[in-house]
């Protein structure tokens, strides 16, 4: 099984629509969580960090389930600029181990935006 | 901004050649990591350094791989010899340490063994 599991899409979305997915996790001890995006051929961006409490950035909305150990990514008015690949991301220590920062990326969910 | 400089971009090479691969992070960054990413394994993890001390490289082929980080502003990952199951996207990253987000990654070297 792997650390971090995701859907992996693609999601066809009309532009103006939200979309939502998750992510799941395997290691109950995990610290702390992010969304990163990917384009084509590019690199990963980190597109917003998880708190437990749930957090916006814009039209962009994370919420961790400890509980559950999912997290979720929803976007709001989806633009033809949100296609994308959107990669959930773990970092399994606490801060002071030596496997903190040692990242765990899914596969990454793939969001299609049409017009 | 300040970001994570990779070289080269590209490169194409045959079998058994040599590839060195280098990464410059972000001044200041002591955390220093190269992934691997292919479509059917994405992004794996091959080595990191903090404050320029290897601390994991499970994740490297030790028989053909190595990485090294000679100074604070360049780490390199070399393979030899190289074979075609080596072509992949190689990239650093670099995280400031024991902050509590996400790394930056370089724009990656698109490596094709033929």
């Known amino acids: 099984r792997k650390e971090v599991e995701q859907d992996p899409g693609p999601f066809n979305v009309p532009e103006g629509a939200t979309v939502a997915f998750n992510c799941t996790y395997s290691n109950s001890a995990s610290q702390s969580f992010f969304w990163y995006r990917q384009d084509c051929r590019k690199e990963p961006k980190l597109l917003m960090s998880?708190?437990?409490s749930g957090n916006e950035d814009g039209r962009f909305t994370a919420q961790l389930n400890r509980a559950s150990q999912y997290i979720s990514l929803l976007i709001r008015d989806s633009k033809l600029s949100d296609s994308a690949t959107y990669l959930c991301?773990?970092?399994?220590?606490?801060?002071?181990?030596?496997?903190?920062?040692?990242?765990?990326f899914g596969a990454g969910t793939q969001v299609v935006v049409t017009p | 901004d300040a970001r994570v400089t990779q070289t080269p971009r590209h490169k194409v090479t045959e079998m058994g050649q040599e590839v060195t691969m280098r990464c410059q992070p972000i001044l200041g960054h002591n955390t220093v990591f190269w992934y691997r990413q292919t479509m059917m394994q994405g992004l794996e993890l091959l080595a990191y350094?903090?404050?320029?001390?290897?601390?994991?490289d499970s994740g490297m082929p030790k028989d053909r791989f190595s990485a090294e980080m000679p100074d604070a502003t360049l780490a390199t990952l070399k393979i030899q010899p190289s074979e075609p199951r080596d072509s992949a996207v190689y990239f650093c990253a670099s995280v400031p340490d024991r902050r509590n987000y996400g790394y930056t990654f370089g724009s990656g070297t698109r490596l094709t063994v033929v």
């Open positions: 350094f903090r404050n320029r001390a290897p601390l994991d």
């Open positions: 991301v773990v970092n399994p220590g606490p801060l002071r181990s030596d496997s903190w920062g040692k990242l765990q």
């Open positions: 998880v708190y437990s």
